[in-house]
C-alpha cells in the first residue's frame, strides 16, 4: 500500500507560481508512476503531469512550459512546480500512485487532494 499526502495549495495571483509536494508513504522508486491530477467544479478529474520510474515525464498540453513534475528520493516526494499560473488552473489537485502489487496486479492510490485557486 501507498499513503499519499499533497501539500502547498493556496490562493495565487494569474500569473503567479505554486510549489505542489506529495509525500509517499515508501520509497517513490518503488512506485511504477506517480502524477498530478486535478478536477475543476463541474469537470472531470483530467492528468497534469505524471512521472514513471525511470524518470521520465509527461504533461499535458494545456500545461507543457508552465509546470514541471519533479522528484525527490530522498525525501519520498513528487512535487509539481506551477509557474504562469492562469485562471483555469483553478482546482483540486490530486497526488496519484499506480504500482504493481503481486495478487493485485496494478493498484492505484490517490492523496485527498489539495485546493489551487488563481484569482486577482
Known amino acids: 500500500q501507498v499513503q499519499l499526502v499533497e501539500s502547498g495549495g493556496g490562493l495565487v495571483q494569474p500569473g503567479g507560481s505554486l510549489r505542489l509536494s506529495c509525500a509517499a508513504s515508501r520509497s517513490i522508486f518503488s512506485i511504477n508512476a506517480m502524477g498530478w491530477y486535478r478536477q475543476a467544479p463541474g469537470k472531470r478529474r483530467e492528468l497534469v503531469a505524471i512521472i514513471i520510474r525511470s524518470g521520465n515525464a509527461n504533461y499535458a498540453d494545456s500545461v507543457k512550459g508552465r509546470f514541471t513534475i519533479s522528484r525527490d528520493g530522498a525525501k519520498n516526494t513528487v512535487d509539481l512546480h506551477m509557474n504562469s499560473l492562469k485562471p483555469e488552473d483553478t482546482a483540486v489537485y490530486y497526488c496519484?500512485?499506480?504500482?504493481?502489487?503481486?495478487?493485485?496486479?496494478?493498484?492505484?492510490?490517490w492523496g485527498q487532494g489539495t485546493q489551487v485557486t488563481v484569482s486577482s
Open positions: 496519484k500512485a499506480r504500482t504493481y502489487e503481486l495478487g493485485s496486479g496494478f493498484v492505484e492510490y
